[in-house]
Structures are given as structure tokens and as C-alpha cells.
């Protein structure tokens, strides 16, 4: 089928013929007619790959702590929260600009993760389903925290000028702040990478991954190991809260709405790095097309549906790595 | 005794019968259960709103507003020489929970009125405790309408009223083609049926209508959309935290508000301060009150409410004046209700919520100039004000009906018939109770 069919629903016309569809484009006479077919399925793919770099952000520290150390952390979606009141008390309190309150959240966050895997999941690496009800638990107390500390109304994060404008590149419509977001991804997704698969620190916790006695007895320090891991990804959580706080809102309950998208993307990819970046690139793409060519209540139903029906199959994920679990 | 078996078939029946239908023996009407006032006793309400939780935000909020406006009440002699004394309980954003604390603040507390909620689903949830006992219930916020309960008093603008001058305005200043966002629940798509009702007349043309599920903060497709759809302005009704999502990424994805602004019925004082001025500036919000509006009662609400300890949060919003205006309300109705009693003593719910019909709150006393409470459905006469958000975050009203606008709940389903103060009269002379 031509795209311009595809296109055609509910028996409208989406544009006129003669429309002229992107100021930048619309003005070359060979590129009109053509970019009138593309250009609304091409915006939705590449808003689908901004949507799949959003998702992976927040799942991005929930995937290293389930996938190298098997700890579901439902407290997940509160280190999300901590990294956007980090960034949020920084600049209000001290006047840091946001570029800065970006790496000060990683720290921050990552500080308190770490407390928290020395002060309570330690003793619960052999209990998973504990560890399930205590970082719940740990949930509940941080946005109780938060919420007797700073309020309960929403807070405000000021970005840079920059940031709330956008880009035209021909029929291509973009916002600067989607941008960055997805540039940041993509270098956090290769730092981690990098880390995992290119230094003696990746070594050691792919080691204590497979096995965590067998790694000991080389003379590694898995408990140390565990914590470092658990203390990078809260420190994620952290960026991606001090991004999701500009996106949307910062609120002490902003953590529950991404906590689920995170769990989605890391168990359709199955707990590896490269397994979330494909399923929150599949999730993205769907969700955003999906609401083009329907409607967004509708984009959501399909899309959960397509991830049970996918589950059924493969309950593992996509890319489960052949391992052996604790 | 000799329990024999026959004996045992005999009575068994009996008691099942007496523990299943208790009301054949207990003395079980309204009366007995529902709260009266005492004289030389407080006053009991109940404030029932979220203090944890997604609905939070706003529903924090009206408890320190209702609490001030009691304290203001209280200081001032009370009601009929009663003080006013609030159970204040948190309803945790569970719509279960609003159920369960509704029955037990008035079983257990005895209170005489309830004031709560903010959203249409808690409403719908302690509904019908609030009816089987006759209690009150004040509603201090919008709603959609279509609903005709004699224990209600809703002092927020009904969608009839919300959207009445706001679409003529905007197609007016900005030209014809409107694009329809709302968040994915019953009051945005009953609103935007109002709403089309006045597109029509105002002859504007509706070019697109899309829903984003509650607390969804990905507006990109919807953006794209609108895009391509190229209104010349849109008309929101997405609430909560969702609204700020769409207002920022509406400047981030290169939309001009001059060109293509934003006419809202929710995106208030409180919500343009989470977004950001610049988010906010220059976009459009239809509501009764503002904090800007110019008066001598305003200054001095504003003034003294920032000033008191409930005062904490630096802003008063329309949700949070309705809410205020509510305790006036409850106040007047029981004076009203006490008066034809000839006295406090014996007051019931039902007693206030009958005398309430056609209260008025004076300019003197309401932030939002005079209203008054209609008489047949127990809903608030008002003027609803269209304001344009400033570069400061506050709201210039650019204008404002003229005269007090009548409640309608029914406007839309004229086939329904016509809400009474003793219930719904369909066309065909039916009464129909208590009907949500």
C-alpha cells in the first residue's frame, strides 16, 4: 500500500492536497506533494524514537539493578522522584543552573541509593520477594519525605531559554529539549555499556552476575560490587528524574507514572542492556504511531496488549541471557 | 432447654430473616442515624478531601482553605451563636476510601454536612452514603452536571456555565477552527459537549478531539496532530498534572500562543506557578474567580489568607475561593434552616439543604462578587470570567458575563427533564429521586 493510503482514516482526508505542510519545505516546489505523504508518518517515527529515549532513560537504572543484581526496586520510580526535588532544591535553593543540577542529581541520588543498599536491600539479596515489599515500603517513606518536606503542591524546575524552543528541518518538527534528552540517552546508554563490557569493574559484576560464589572465590568483593551497581543506577534514576521534572512535573507522586513504563521496557527486554534499548525503541515507535494513526487511549490498549501477547511467548523477554539465576 | 431439631428448623428462619432485614425491627430511619443539632453543642462537618496522594494538589489545598474559612466564621460569632467544628480525614486519592470515610463521619462522627471532593469519580463514590442517610454533601468545585440529588450543593460553575462565553470569545479573537484535548474521564468529554453546543451557535468549526489518559504526560502525538489540524486556538480541558505536560511541550514543540493560544478550564494560578510563567503566559482560562480580580472583598481574602497559618502553599486559586464561598453557603443555609425552626435545636441535614434554595452570598463576603444558590437544583449562580495568563503568572480578566448565568445541569439532555429541589420531572411528569 502507498503511505498516502495509509494515511487515510476514518474516511477523511487528513490535509488538503494543495496543503502546504512544513514552512521549510512546503516553499520547494518538488518537495510538496511528496513530503505531504511523508512528512506526518515521518514526524511520528521520530517522535516515536524521542518517546523510546524518555521511556529508556527512566528504565535505564531499573535495568542495571534488576539485571546484575536481580533486586526488583520498586523504589524505582522514587529515586526518579529524588533526582527531580534534587534538581529542583539545587537550583532554587543555590542558584545551580540546570546543566549542572544534571550531574548533581546523579550524585545526590546515587549517594542515597547507596545508604539505602547498605542500610536494608544487603540483608535481602537472598530474599527477592522481601526485597520487593521493602523497597515498596522505602517508596512509600520517601514520597512521605519529600512531601512533609517540601509540600505536596508541584514544583518548578527553569531551564535554559534554549530549551524551550524548536528546530525545523525541512518537514521534520522538533523540539530542542527532545533532543537533548535523546542525546543524553544515548551517551548514558554508551557509558554504561562501556562500563560494563570495557573496564575490570564491568568484568567483575558480569562475573558476580553468572556466579556469585564462583566470582568470591577469584577474590572479588561481590558485596562491594553490589553496592557500587546499585548506587550507579539509583544514580540514573537521578538524571532521568531531573529530566522527567522539565518534561512534565515534579511532584512527591510523579514516581508512580513511570515506574511502570520502566518495569515494562526492562521485562520486554529481558534485564540486559541491549535488550531495554530495543524494547523501549519498539514501545516508543508503537506507542507514538500508534496514536497517530488512532488515538491515544487506544495506542495504549494496543501496546499493552502487544507486550502480553509478546510475554506469552517469550516470558523471559527478548533478549534473555542465558544464566544462572539466584 | 431442649433444643430439639425441629425446634432449631423452626427459629432458624426466623433469625436469618431478623439478621438479613433488621430494618423490619430496628428503628432504622433516616432520623435515627442522621446527625441533629444540639443547641449548646459545636457544630459538626466533615471536611473529606485528599491529603495524600495524585488528587492532593488541589484537595490539600480546600481542607486549609475551609479550615481558614471556618476559623473566620468561628472568630465572628459562629452560627447562630455556634461554633463550627471541622473533622478533618484524609481520603488518601482511593475512591474507596472516600466511600468508607463518608459513612463513617456521619454514622460515627454525626456530622451535619459533608464538604469534599474534587473530582466527579469520589463524588459518584460517596454519593449514595450521603443519600440513604439524608446527610448534605457540598461539592465546592466544577462538575459536569446531569445529576439531580436532594443532598447536594455544588458552588463550582456547572459545564453549562464554564464554557458559555469562552468559546464565542475565542472564535471572536482568534477565528473558527477549534481542536478539542481533554483528559481521558466523564467531566472533559461532557464539558466538550457543552462546549460544541456553543461552538455551534458562535459558528466555529470543531477540526479535531483527542483524549490523553489521566496523569499521562506524552503530549507529542496529540501535538503532531494539532499540527496538522492547524486550529486557530485550542480548547483544554486536561487536568491535574497532565496540564502542565501540555503546556510546556506546546511551547517546546514551537507552537506560538498568539497564534494558536490555549483557552483552558483548569489552568489556574496554581497550575501556571508548576509550569513556569512562560509556560503559562498568554494562554486563556474561563472560571468564576482569579486572584487578580479586583475588589475590596478579594484584597482582603487574599491578604489575610496568605497571611494565616493555612496560607503556607502562596496562592489562592478558583477552586480554592469556591470552596471558601461553600462554608458562607453552609453557614447561611443553617441560619436560614435554624430561623424557620425557631432555633438550632433539632436542624437536620435535609432541614439546611431546603432552606439553602436562593441563599445569596453577598459581594461583601464572596471574593467572586454576588452568587447565589437556585432554589429548584441547588446549584451556584455566577459569572464566569474569561482571563489571559500574564508574563507574571497572573490572570487580566479580558471579560465577563455581563449578569449571573443559571445553573443547568441538564442543558445538553433536555430529554431527561428538568432537576427540581424535590427531584428529576421527566417530560412525562415522572419524579425520579436522588438520580446520579
Redesign the interface.
Known amino acids: 500500500m502507498p503511505p498516502s493510503r495509509l494515511l487515510k482514516h476514518k474516511g477523511r482526508p487528513?490535509?488538503a492536497p494543495d496543503a502546504q505542510w512544513r514552512r521549510g519545505i512546503g516553499d520547494v516546489a518538488l518537495g510538496n506533494s511528496l513530503s505531504a505523504d511523508i512528512a506526518?508518518i515521518a514526524?511520528?517515527l521520530i517522535?516515536g524514537l524521542?518517546?523510546a529515549s524518555?521511556w529508556l532513560i527512566a528504565a535505564l537504572g531499573l535495568a542495571i539493578i534488576y539485571g546484575a543484581i536481580g533486586v526488583i526496586n520498586m523504589a524505582h520510580g522514587e529515586f526518579i522522584m529524588l533526582g527531580a526535588y534534587t534538581s529542583y532544591a539545587l537550583q532554587s535553593f543555590f542558584g545551580l543552573p540546570f546543566l549542572l543540577c544534571i550531574p548533581a542529581a546523579f550524585i545526590v541520588v546515587a549517594f542515597i541509593g547507596l545508604l539505602l543498599e547498605r542500610g536494608l536491600i544487603r540483608y535481602l539479596y537472598k530474599r527477592p520477594l522481601d526485597t520487593l515489599l521493602a523497597t515498596w515500603g522505602v517508596s512509600l517513606v520517601l514520597t512521605?519525605l519529600v512531601?512533609l518536606t517540601f509540600?505536596?503542591?508541584?514544583?518548578?524546575i527553569?531551564v535554559p531559554e534554549m530549551?524551550?524552543?524548536?528546530v525545523?528541518l525541512g518537514f521534520v518538527?522538533l523540539?530542542?529539549?527532545?533532543i537533548f534528552v535523546f542525546a543524553l540517552t544515548i551517551v548514558l546508554v554508551a557509558a554504561t555499556a562501556f562500563l560494563f563490557y570495557r573496564t575490570r569493574f564491568g568484568m567483575q559484576v558480569r562475573a558476580v552476575m553468572q556466579n556469585k560464589e564462583m566470582a568470591a572465590s577469584f577474590g572479588i568483593n561481590a558485596d562491594r560490587v553490589y553496592m557500587l551497581t546499585f548506587a550507579l543506577g539509583a544514580g540514573l534514576a537521578g538524571v532521568a528524574g531531573s529530566l522527567?521534572g522539565?518534561?512534565?512535573?515534579?511532584?512527591p507522586?510523579?514516581g508512580?507514572?513511570y515506574v511502570v513504563q520502566a518495569f515494562l521496557v526492562v521485562v520486554v527486554g529481558g534485564g540486559t542492556i541491549l535488550g531495554s534499548v530495543v524494547a523501549s525503541g519498539l514501545t516508543g515507535e508503537f506507542?507514538?504511531v500508534l496514536?497517530?494513526v488512532t488515538?491515544?487511549?487506544f495506542?495504549?490498549f494496543l501496546l499493552y496488549l502487544l507486550i502480553v501477547v509478546l510475554l506469552r511467548f517469550r516470558p523471559a523477554g527478548l533478549f534473555a541471557p542465558a544464566k544462572a539465576r539466584r | 432447654m431442649d433444643w430439639s431439631r425441629r425446634k432449631i428448623l423452626k427459629t432458624t428462619p426466623l433469625a436469618a430473616a431478623a439478621i438479613a432485614a433488621p430494618h423490619l425491627w430496628l428503628p432504622m430511619s433516616s432520623d435515627a442515624w442522621g446527625a441533629t443539632l444540639k443547641k449548646g453543642e459545636p457544630i459538626k462537618v466533615g471536611l473529606l478531601f485528599s491529603?495524600?496522594?495524585?488528587l492532593?494538589?488541589p484537595e490539600?489545598?480546600s481542607t486549609l482553605v475551609m479550615q481558614y474559612a471556618i476559623d473566620e466564621i468561628n472568630r465572628n460569632g459562629g452560627v447562630a451563636g455556634h461554633e463550627i467544628q471541622p473533622i478533618i480525614v484524609d481520603a488518601k486519592s482511593d475512591f474507596n476510601v472516600y466511600a468508607e470515610k463518608a459513612k463513617e463521619l456521619i454514622l460515627r462522627n454525626k456530622v451535619i454536612a459533608i464538604f469534599g471532593c474534587y473530582t466527579s469519580a469520589s463524588r459518584k463514590s460517596i454519593l449514595p452514603a450521603v443519600m440513604s442517610q439524608n446527610s448534605l454533601l457540598y461539592y465546592p468545585t466544577c462538575y459536569e452536571g446531569a445529576e439531580c440529588t436532594q443532598n447536594t450543593i455544588c458552588t463550582g460553575p456547572l459545564a453549562n456555565q464554564h464554557s458559555k462565553d469562552l468559546i464565542p470569545y475565542m472564535v471572536q479573537n482568534f477565528g473558527k477552527k477549534v481542536f478539542f484535548v481533554g483528559s481521558?474521564y466523564v467531566w472533559p468529554k461532557e464539558s466538550n459537549k457543552n462546549a460544541k453546543v456553543w461552538l455551534n451557535a458562535a459558528g466555529g468549526e470543531l477540526v479535531g478531539e483527542?483524549?490523553?489518559?489521566l496523569?499521562?504526560?506524552?503530549f507529542?502525538?496529540?501535538l503532531?496532530?494539532i499540527?496538522?489540524a492547524k486550529p486557530n486556538f485550542i480548547f483544554s480541558t486536561v487536568v491535574g498534572?497532565s496540564d502542565?505536560?501540555l503546556h510546556?511541550?506546546f511551547?517546546?514543540?514551537?507552537f506560538k500562543v498568539d497564534s494558536m493560544p490555549i483557552a483552558s478550564l483548569t489552568t489556574g494560578e496554581?497550575e501556571t506557578?508548576?509550569?513556569?510563567n512562560?509556560?503559562g503566559a498568554g494562554h486563556f482560562l474561563s472560571a468564576p474567580y482569579f486572584q487578580g480580580i479586583d475588589n475590596p472583598t478579594n484584597h482582603k481574602f487574599v491578604e489575610s489568607f496568605l497571611k494565616s497559618k493555612y496560607g503556607?502553599?502562596g496562592v489562592t486559586h478558583y477552586n480554592m475561593e469556591e470552596t471558601y464561598i461553600s462554608a458562607y453557603v453552609f453557614k447561611q443555609g443553617l441560619e436560614a434552616a435554624a430561623q424557620k425552626a425557631g432555633g438550632i435545636d433539632g436542624v437536620t441535614s435535609r432541614m439546611i439543604r431546603d432552606a439553602s434554595g436562593g441563599v445569596k452570598i453577598e459581594d461583601n463576603i464572596s471574593p467572586e462578587g454576588l452568587i447565589w444558590i437556585d432554589d429548584q437544583n441547588f446549584n451556584t449562580w455566577l459569572k464566569p470570567k474569561i482571563g489571559q495568563c500574564q508574563a507574571d503568572g497572573s490572570f487580566k480578566i479580558v471579560k465577563q458575563a455581563e449578569s449571573q448565568v443559571a445553573p443547568d445541569p441538564y442543558s445538553i439532555y433536555p430529554d431527561a427533564g428538568v432537576c427540581t429541589s424535590v427531584g428529576l420531572k421527566a417530560p412525562d411528569g415522572k419524579l425520579r429521586v436522588n438520580v446520579i
Do not use: C, W
Not at chain 1, 175 to 178: A, D, E, M, P, W
Not at chain 1, 246 to 251: D, M, R, S, Y
Open positions: 487528513r490535509h506526518p514526524n511520528a517522535l524521542s518517546i524518555i512521605q512531601r509540600g505536596s503542591d508541584p514544583k518548578y527553569a530549551f524551550q524552543s524548536n525545523q518538527n523540539s530542542v529539549l527532545r522527567l522539565v518534561l512534565a512535573i515534579v511532584l507522586t510523579m508512580t507514572a506507542q507514538s496514536a497517530y488515538n491515544e487511549t495506542a495504549r | 491529603l495524600t496522594g495524585a492532593a494538589v490539600e489545598d481521558n483527542e483524549y490523553i489518559p496523569g499521562s504526560s506524552e507529542g502525538p496529540i503532531n496532530k499540527r496538522d498534572a502542565i505536560s510546556k511541550q511551547k517546546q514543540e514551537g496554581i506557578r508548576a509550569m513556569g512562560e509556560f503556607k502553599n
